[in-house]
């Protein structure tokens, strides 16, 4: 039995869950509202303030959906209370970011600036070196900080680039002289 998909989901207040036809699971909440469709093999009961996940058989992909879809429920809760965030470092001599509008404006040694426009259910603030990307949507939120990330991944020479603040770079050593 799946350990994840047997943990039930406390519903917060503030917080309602509803499940129609279909597994088609509305979160809403003080941050927003989510819905998704889960596969309708899965059975998704809602009791009180508890949110349980079943499966109907030991079959290889009712075992694997199970966990899944009880995290992605708990995501979906977690989000609507308290939204999810991820936050990115801008390292490098002459590298700077701005927003300016709705749009994330990035000097990455290119020569050119590179432009973000910010997506419906995100939020981006820019401190200093640091962006922060924020929402209810905890795929939406990841994704898009992959996407900002991408736009130049730090190097492992001098450790220029786009990181994550918990990201830990493995630096190389550089090039010696050598002997002719």
């Known amino acids: ?30 941050k927003g509202e989510l819905t998704n469709t889960f596969n309708s ?7 009180g303030n508890v949110l349980t996940v079943s499966r109907p058989s030991d079959e290889a992909n009712h075992r694997a959906l199970h966990g899944l879809t009880r995290t992605l429920i708990a995501n979906m809760v977690e989000g609507v209370e308290k939204g999810f965030s991820k936050e990115l470092e801008v ?6 970011c701005e927003k300016k ?3 994330l404006v990035m000097r990455l040694g290119y020569s050119h600036e590179v432009f973000m426009e910010e ?3 995100i939020n981006i603030a820019v401190n200093g070196n640091k962006i922060t990307i924020s929402g209810i949507d905890k795929q939406v939120v990841g994704q898009f900080a992959a996407e ?3 736009k130049r991944p730090p190097e492992p020479y ?3 680039g786009i990181k994550y603040t918990t990201e830990v770079i493995r630096r190389k050593v550089g090039k010696t002289g050598g002997k002719k």
């Open 41 to 47: 093999d899965m059975i998704i009961s809602v009791e």
């Open 1 to 30: 039995m799946s350990r994840i998909g047997k943990k039930p989901v406390v519903i917060p207040a503030g917080v309602t869950v509803t499940v129609a036809e279909g597994n088609v699971v509305t979160v809403k909440g003080p």
């Open 158 to 160: 001098k450790g220029k």
């Open 101 to 103: 509008g709705n749009q």
């Open 119 to 121: 997506i419906p259910g």
């Open 148 to 150: 900002v990330r991408g």
């Open 91 to 96: 390292n490098g001599v002459g590298y700077r």
